[in-house]
T-cell receptor
């Protein structure tokens, strides 16, 4: 069965410091991996995705994520956090191949709090 | 261009009533998804439409839940005989095809009293 784990409910970081939001996954076959961000009272916004190719993926708002197949991880990173990055972040996975639909399996979410 | 839109944005109903939620996907997107997000939790997949193929209904929690989509346009999610545990935000998403990133609407917040 496919699953996603975000081991931290909340991550606190000071503005200007680097941030990491962790994600590990379990899927049969090769994964498609996604990060989404949700601001209060708003829908989810797509940040970035890994399908194939370079393990380091760059996305919106200066975020990037590193795919590590051996560790089945897809951690979200940003070199210098902004207060405006404070939001709820979701990691999601789907498997590709015959018989697989496009449905995403989401982690429980990690709240990022960036303090001035 | 216009994003995914959903209506109503908020719906308060009494236990036992039926509700209908609407989703307008991005024009040209062949894939459409419904998810449910309970308070403080991640998203739970409900149903997936891809073009004219049979929908993937594997996430629907009970036979009180159903959804329809006409072609590649509007979709409606219907919950019959609502229960308090149905209270959640219902999110709709669309994508160009099933393998592409999904774009989400703002959601409908359903409260069952």
């Amino acid at each position: 069965a496919q699953s996603v784990a975000q081991p931290e409910d909340q991550v606190n970081v000071a503005e200007g410091n680097p941030l990491t939001v962790k994600c590990t996954y379990s899927v049969s076959g090769n994964p498609y991996l996604f990060w989404y961000v949700q601001y209060p009272n708003r829908g989810l916004q797509f940040l970035l995705k890994y399908i194939t190719g370079d393990n380091l993926v760059k996305g919106s708002y200066g975020f990037e994520a590193e795919f590590n197949k051996s560790q089945t991880s897809f951690h979200l990173k940003k070199p210098s956090a902004l207060v405006s990055d404070s939001a709820l972040y979701f990691c999601a996975v789907r498997a590709y191949g015959s018989g697989n639909t496009g449905k995403l399996i989401f982690g429980q979410g990690t709240t990022l709090q960036v303090k001035p | 261009g216009a994003g995914v839109s959903q209506s109503p944005s908020n719906k308060v109903t009494e236990k036992g009533k039926d509700v209908e939620l609407r989703c307008d996907p991005i024009s040209g997107h062949t894939a459409l998804y419904w998810y449910r997000q309970r308070l403080g939790q991640g998203l739970e997949f409900l149903i997936y439409f891809q073009g004219n193929s049979a929908p993937d209904k594997s996430g629907l929690p009970s036979d009180r839940f159903s959804a329809e989509r006409t072609g590649e346009s509007v979709s409606t999610l219907t919950i019959q005989r609502t229960q308090q545990e149905d209270s959640a935000v219902y999110l709709c998403a669309s994508s160009l095809r099933g393998i592409n990133e999904q774009f989400f609407g703002p959601g409908t917040r359903l409260t069952v009293l």
